[in-house]
């Protein structure tokens, strides 16, 4: 019998996570068999994920109704939900959480989107969902904006768990490590130990492609046809080369030397948008060790259907490092197309944040009602 592609993932040293989550699915029994029979070893959550689970799961709508009779307001309405199903997931995975030391099984919540621009609040929400979830193998998700720099810096050496999101350029990226090292060396000096502390580094993928693609389009036939779909598997090989570079610095050394735990890069927006493009085409070409890949549910079936598992993330480097400079001949810069995916992606979870504190505020009013 073939083994499972998802299972050969792991033994390659990858980690999948879901980037999904529904309290129908821990509660029937669905999350523990992914964890079980795949191979699962985190889930990620956003706004626009407990948008959708929340307004559509009739799970939900007893708890939304006991809730709104406390008295709760919205906010509050949404933080008791989500946090509850974050929690439930993380116990669900903290025997592999203990099992790996600390290496897998954590889970992720977002503080609020309303909040990318503004470092202090961001620090202050952060730290008491922290406390308020009150697990080891939780991660807080703050936004790789120039306000969120800071944050990650100071959550890492407050001992938070920091999954960095909305990051979409390597340039970015490196300034992310930047802050994930000097938030340990706070926390060394302060005299704290570092290997409680993990962090990945999200790295979005499809909507790379999709707006550099659209541009592409625009210019028409040639040179740029034959670019289509390239960059953001670029960027990321680009990324692991700047993460693998910082590996073997001595900065990073001596705080390994200490117990801490390199940030990891996680695969993304890995859900293929253009039917085009084969369904995996965001994780057969970034398999590589001590890198994760957070998936849809459609594509963990896809992968587990037809993947086909090989370390070929160092793959092509001269072609990505060429890529940027053909993109900039056409008048493309992966900087630039950075810059406008970050707000893009700020206001894609603003959105649905609104659209579900408005949802529940008109349920809590009919029950007041």
Avoid at 89 to 95: I, S, Y
Avoid at 204 to 223: H, K, M, N
Wanted: hydrophobic fraction near 45%; charge should be negative; proline fraction near 5%.
């Amino acid at each position: 019998m073939a083994v499972n592609p998802l299972l050969r993932l792991r033994a390659i040293g990858q980690s999948v996570w879901l980037d999904y989550i529904q309290r129908d699915l821990i509660e029937n029994g669905g999350l523990e068999r992914l964890i079980r029979e795949d191979g699962l070893a985190g889930v990620t959550s956003n706004p626009a994920i407990f948008e959708k689970a929340i307004t559509s799961g009739p799970e939900y709508v007893a708890p939304i109704r006991e809730l709104a009779r406390r008295g709760l307001p919205a906010a509050a309405l949404y933080e008791a939900l989500t946090l509850e199903d974050i929690m439930r997931a993380a116990d669900l995975f903290r025997p592999l959480y203990e099992e790996t030391q600390g290496g897998d099984g954590f889970v992720s919540i977002e503080v609020s989107p309303h909040l990318a621009r503004d470092t202090t609040a961001t620090i202050a929400e952060a730290q008491r969902l922290w406390v308020a979830l009150g697990r080891p193998n939780v991660m807080i998700k703050v936004p790789a904006t120039r306000a969120g720099l800071p944050a990650i810096r100071t959550l890492v050496a407050a001992g938070v768990n920091v999954n960095v999101t909305l990051l979409f350029s390597v340039t970015r990226y490196r300034e992310v490590a930047e802050a994930y090292l000097t938030g340990l060396e706070d926390r060394a000096r302060a005299g704290a130990p570092l290997g409680c502390v993990a962090s990945v580094a999200s790295f979005f993928l499809s909507r790379i492609d999709t707006l550099v693609d659209e541009r592409l389009d625009q210019l028409g036939a040639g040179e740029a046809r034959t670019l289509r779909g390239q960059a953001a598997v670029a960027s990321a090989r680009l990324a692991y080369q700047a993460y693998k570079g910082i590996e073997v610095e001595t900065r990073w050394q001596a705080l390994a030397r200490q117990g801490a735990r390199t940030q990891r890069l996680l695969w993304a927006s890995t859900g293929t948008k253009d039917p085009a493009y084969s369904d995996v085409k965001y994780v057969e070409p970034l398999i590589g060790p001590d890198t994760v890949n957070t998936l849809p549910l459609e594509t963990v079936a896809a992968y587990r259907d037809h993947g086909n598992p090989a370390r070929r993330l160092e793959d092509g480097i001269e072609a990505a490092r060429a890529l940027p400079v053909a993109l900039h001949t056409l008048g493309i810069d992966l900087d630039e197309v950075a810059r406008q995916l970050e707000e893009e992606g700020i206001r894609k979870f603003i959105e649905p944040y609104d659209k579900l504190l408005a949802t529940l505020e008109q349920r809590r009013r009919e029950v007041a009602g």
